[in-house]
């Protein structure tokens, strides 16, 4: 079946540091995919999605593009903050019934 | 515009208790879910339903039921709590076609049974 996987955590940086969190998944077809940030104590929030492959989602500095080849949906951003801090999950729509299948979702600690 | 609302944020209830948390949306959305956070763990899709009066089952049903009169309503019920249903449950929805739109979550409820 479908299924995400992302790079597990904690990831820790400095503020100002460059981030990637890699996510790749295995779908039938060409999923959309979608990247959900959860602050603490709060509900998961829409970051940024794409929906073909070679698209570039992009949103608050935060860069994903879907590779087809590589089957990939890698989270960047190039200087960090510490209201970043947060865990961030990879989805992606799995046809029928409008259905997000989620990874297990990356925590982000940024440090002053 | 008050989105998903999940009521209340927080509860204890003791082993072999029920209850029912409620989830409202005024978004019109015809697709809502509920899904379960482990600490620690992803997101675990409990039920979902596509519009009022129809509802499925996700991964991990066993222990809750649900029914949607309304479109704005989405209640999950837990009818004999036990401890591993200690968790977060967030309540979600969505356009009915089409996945650009992404879900809108609730805050969340976070229930722990002692």
């Known amino acids: 079946g479908d299924s995400v996987t992302q790079m597990e955590g904690p990831v820790t940086l400095s503020e100002e540091a460059f981030l990637t969190i890699n996510c790749t998944y295995t779908?039938?077809?060409?999923?959309?995919l979608f990247w959900y940030v959860q602050y603490p104590g709060e509900g998961l929030q829409l970051l940024l999605k794409?929906?073909?492959?070679?698209d570039k989602g992009s949103n608050k500095g935060f860069e994903a593009t879907y590779r087809k080849e590589t089957t990939s949906f890698h989270l960047e951003k190039g200087s960090v903050q510490v209201s970043d801090s947060a865990v961030y999950f990879c989805?992606?729509?799995?046809?029928?019934?409008?259905?997000?299948?989620f990874g297990a979702g990356t925590r982000l600690a940024v440090h002053p | 515009n008050a989105g998903v609302t999940q009521t209340p944020k927080f509860r204890i209830l003791k082993i072999g208790q029920s209850m029912t948390l409620q989830c409202t949306q005024d978004?019109?959305?015809?697709?809502m879910y509920w899904y379960r956070q482990d600490p620690g763990m992803g997101l675990k899709l409990i039920y979902y339903?596509?519009?009022?009066?129809?509802?499925d089952k996700g991964e991990v049903p066993n222990g809750y039921n649900v029914s949607r009169s309304t479109t704005e309503d989405f209640p999950l019920r837990l009818e004999l709590a036990a401890p591993s249903q200690t968790s977060v449950y967030f309540c979600?929805?969505?356009?009915?076609?089409?996945?650009?739109?992404?879900?809108?979550f609730g805050s969340g409820t976070r229930l722990t049974v002692v």
């Open positions: 979600a929805s969505s356009y009915p076609v089409g996945a650009n739109y992404g879900y809108t």
């Open positions: 779908a039938t077809g060409y999923p959309s």
């Open positions: 794409a929906t073909k492959a070679d």
């Open positions: 989805a992606l729509f799995s046809g029928g019934y409008n259905k997000l299948i």
């Open positions: 978004m019109n959305h015809n697709y």
């Open positions: 339903s596509v519009g009022a009066g129809i509802t």
